[in-house]
């Protein structure tokens, strides 16, 4: 079987799994030990801001809406965009 890392899962209608209902998956890596990929369209209630001041002392400014993923084991992954900022 082809490697589907770096492609986009969308699951059908009928999928029954409400894990994985309307869902879009990036594979992130996938081999003979299994997969791992991130949901991109699952939005949460909590905004970039109120999760970034639960780890760091550093200010963010950010309100976009955090998506969720899962519910697998595993790390906690981020995918986001670094913007250089001028001082």
Not at 10 to 34: K, Q, T
Not at 60 to 85: D, F, I, K, R
Request: with cysteine.
């Amino acid at each position: 079987m082809d490697s589907l890392t770096g492609k986009l899962l969308i699951a059908i209608p009928e999928l029954g799994d409400p894990n994985f209902y309307r869902s879009v998956v990036l594979v992130l890596m996938h081999g003979a030990e299994g997969a791992t990929g991130v949901i991109l369209n699952r939005p949460s209630s909590a905004t970039v801001a109120s999760v970034w001041n639960q780890v760091s002392d550093l200010d963010c400014e950010c309100e976009e809406v955090v998506q969720m993923g899962g519910p697998v084991e595993g790390p906690l992954m981020a995918l986001h965009t670094s913007l250089a900022v001028a001082e």
